[in-house]
């Protein structure tokens, strides 16, 4: 059956020569150098830096979440960044959240419990706006997936803050951005130097608290990811040996076939 | 007691059921015993796989619409609530997303396979046709489902490509209006969409049971594309083609679990994740990658009603199929010219994709003109007439002559006995 597999081969050829183009994302006009920092957790088996994500949310906590909000989570999702439940608890019950309604019907106020959604910095779209010189700073439960590039776009546009070259004609209240598209970004530069003190004594440059943040929210995006790959590894290997046997029984059952 | 059926089977409750109600006996013929050229090859997986992967997205998808809210409000959230609050709901969700890839993938290749081999050539054209229904059936829920999400691109594609029936003057407003429930796209259209979401898979197990029942009639075409002569052709179809689909179903499915838990989010669009705004446009729209082809097919007419004509006439051609390839021979592997030119053509389709995935300037515009025109010029130009000019290589006797032959025995009863002849 030769004609055949060559056949195969061709459509599998074609098929490899188109991935390629059909998977690079159709990018803006102006090519922007996108780094590639080789996160861990974006490798074939690659998970979380449980370390680097709990400091990336002590950095979100500290900084991001003042205008940020990230209400995909709650608080007993932490769990997957390997806080312990009493850790959880204490994070909510710092936050004070609505609590429905007292016996007079007039709301009441309480501290969060594990079950709480994040706390939004702002009540409502119009107070982000308000507060931020019109501008909306969008909330950050899925940003690295909803950003092209990801991680390292994140990684690029928080690292991104540079002088503008000269000429560069720069709207009121914006900044400079070499990431951003457009360049012009009303986020003023979050995190410098020295922004957030950590306790385990890791360096607090600029780099390591955005790698840290970005691992972060890499998790708040993706958190089944760990259990997703090695769920996978078991299932994909169970097909393939399935498809070996398979395999075998169909050439045994063949045999006889003139 | 005259009318009743008379059951063969030993155990007596079947016997009994068999004897009032004859779906044992049907299934015994059928896809137990029925015929099957024996000499297929794994091409002819693909129906069953086509099978097993709708099986999997009307599971995952009762699952999932017991989570969905399809409210404007809702949508997203409780989409993303799936994802990471109810239990394993990222893996039903993922298998569903990309299910839908999946069941293009093999639709396609399975579209090809009747391309090449000539199966939509009398007497099966009428299965070629509902192949055809199922196909458009198919992408209309795929398009409804990809909406459902509510994010930036299921809002935006639900805008672009509903818009199209605008293009059809007079009625086409009122048919855009009726399509969204209202004046733009919002909450009815969401409702109506979902709804429609649900029903459709249920009219395609309808009409796929036509198409296999249409199948079951005339039989399968072959790879030599020739008729079954005498039963030395055939294999019962258990256990012979039951366990080489079963091959291909695993292989598939290692494939399918490889994205589902490694790439799931590789066939999507970042701004998909990005909650649907009726006030900011994103930068590209572009649709699913199983409809680039047909976007591009619309982007390279300057207008617009011509251009969504002739994406609608790239499927409504293959309705015309059976009637515009003029050759009687059915497999190309007879068919010394129009082996190479079902390639272009398959070519013209991958460019047609790539195309589409590119905004239309420059090259792109003009290689998506080229390549519309051959994907039409093949089928309304260059078929009807290669039928008439094109010089068959001669055919198989029949499907055992030419196995036996290559063999190198003969067509000698004893001398081919010693190997497995299926490989491929």
Redesign the interface.
């Given at each position: 059956?030769r004609?055949?597999?060559s056949?195969?081969a061709?459509?599998f050829a074609?098929g490899l020569?188109?991935a390629p183009?059909?998977?690079?994302?159709?990018r803006?006009e102006e090519e922007i150098q996108m780094p590639n920092m080789g996160w861990k957790f974006e490798k074939?088996f690659g998970t979380y830096d449980l370390a680097s994500a709990q400091r990336g949310f002590q950095v979100y906590s500290n900084v991001c979440a003042n205008c940020h909000s990230m209400a995909?989570l709650h608080y007993r999702?932490l769990s997957g960044i390997g806080l312990e439940p009493e850790q959880i608890k204490a994070i909510a019950a710092g936050v004070t959240v609505p609590q429905g309604t007292d016996d007079q019907g007039a709301p009441k106020e309480g501290p969060a419990t594990p079950a709480n959604q994040f706390k939004s910095p702002f009540a409502n779209e119009k107070a982000a706006r308000a507060a931020n010189n019109g501008a909306l700073p969008?909330d950050l439960?899925?940003i690295v997936?909803?950003?092209?590039g990801?991680p390292d776009y994140i990684y690029g546009l928080l690292t991104g803050f540079v002088e503008a070259p000269g000429g560069f004609k720069m709207q009121d209240g914006m900044y400079y951005n070499k990431m951003y598209?457009g360049h012009q970004i009303a986020m003023p530069q979050p995190l410098q130097d020295g922004s957030v003190e950590y306790t385990d004594g890791t360096s607090t440059s600029l780099d390591q608290e955005v790698r840290d943040v970005v691992t972060f929210l890499a998790w708040a995006?993706n958190?089944?990811m760990v259990e997703?790959?090695q769920?996978?590894?078991r299932?994909?290997l169970f097909?393939?040996f399935?498809?070996g046997i398979?395999?075998a029984?169909?050439?045994r059952?063949?045999?006889d076939?003139? | 007691m005259a009318g009743l059926h008379k059951s063969e089977f030993a155990n007596p409750v079947i016997n009994w059921i068999d004897t009032r109600l004859p779906i044992f006996t049907m299934m015994q013929k059928e896809y137990g015993v029925f015929p099957t050229p024996?000499n297929f090859?794994?091409?002819w997986n693909f129906g069953a796989l086509a099978m097993v992967i709708l099986m999997i997205m009307i599971i995952t998808g009762i699952f999932l619409a017991m989570n969905y809210q399809p409210n404007t409000e809702l949508a997203f959230?409780s989409v993303?609530h799936i994802?990471?609050d109810v239990n394993y709901g990222?893996?039903i969700r993922?298998t569903h997303q990309n299910g839908a890839s999946m069941f293009f993938i093999v639709i396609y290749?399975h579209i090809?396979r009747g391309l090449?081999y000539g199966s939509y050539k009398t007497p099966r054209e009428l299965l070629w046709m509902l192949g055809v229904v199922i196909l458009i059936l198919m992408m209309a829920t795929a398009f409804m489902g990809y909406v459902l999400p509510w994010g930036q691109m299921s809002y935006w594609g639900a805008t672009v490509i509903t818009n199209l029936f605008s293009a059809f003057p007079v009625v086409g407003p009122k048919i855009v209006t009726l399509l969204w429930g209202g004046f733009s796209v919002d909450n009815p259209t969401l409702n109506r969409f979902f709804a429609l979401h649900y029903l459709l898979p249920f009219v395609l197990v309808g009409v796929i049971f036509l198409h296999v029942a249409a199948l079951h009639i005339t039989g399968s075409n072959n790879?030599l594309g020739i008729d079954v002569k005498s039963p030395q052709d055939t294999?019962p179809f258990h256990?012979?083609y039951t366990?080489?689909d079963?091959?291909g179903i695993?292989?598939f499915?290692?494939f399918f679990?490889?994205i589902?838990?490694?790439f799931?989010?590789?066939l999507g669009d970042?701004?998909n994740?990005?909650p649907a705004n009726p006030l900011q446009t994103p930068?590209?729209i572009?649709p699913e990658?199983y409809f680039?082809p047909y976007y591009a097919i619309l982007r390279s007419v300057p207008n617009k009603l011509l251009g969504v004509c002739m994406m609608f006439g790239s499927l409504i051609v293959l309705f015309v199929l059976p009637w515009l390839d003029t050759s009687r021979i059915r497999s190309a592997?007879f068919r010394p010219v129009y082996k190479w030119l079902i390639?272009v053509w398959?070519?013209a389709f991958?460019v047609l994709?790539?195309c589409g995935?590119?905004?239309p300037e420059g090259i792109w515009v003009i290689l998506s003109r080229v390549a519309t025109l051959y994907y039409f010029a093949h089928f309304l130009v260059i078929l009807p007439v290669l039928g008439k000019l094109e010089r068959p290589l001669p055919l198989p006797e029949s499907i055992?002559q030419p196995?036996?032959g290559r063999?190198g025995g003969g067509p000698l009863l004893g001398a081919?006995?010693a190997k497995?002849?299926?490989?491929?």
């Open positions: 059956m004609p055949m597999r056949l195969l061709g459509v074609i020569l188109a183009s059909l998977s690079v994302p159709v803006a074939l995909l999702d969008p439960s899925l997936n909803a950003r092209e990801g598209p995006s958190p089944e997703r790959k769920m996978g590894v299932i994909v097909f393939v399935m498809t398979t395999y029984v169909k050439r059952l063949w045999s076939v003139h | 024996k090859n794994y091409l959230n993303q994802m990471r990222w893996l993922y290749i090809f090449y790879p294999l256990p012979y366990v080489k079963s091959v695993c292989a499915l290692a679990a490889a589902i838990f490694f799931p989010n590789m970042p701004n994740f990005i930068a590209d572009v990658w680039l592997r390639w398959v070519l991958v994709g790539v995935a590119h905004k055992s196995v036996l063999r081919a006995a497995p002849m299926e490989k491929a």
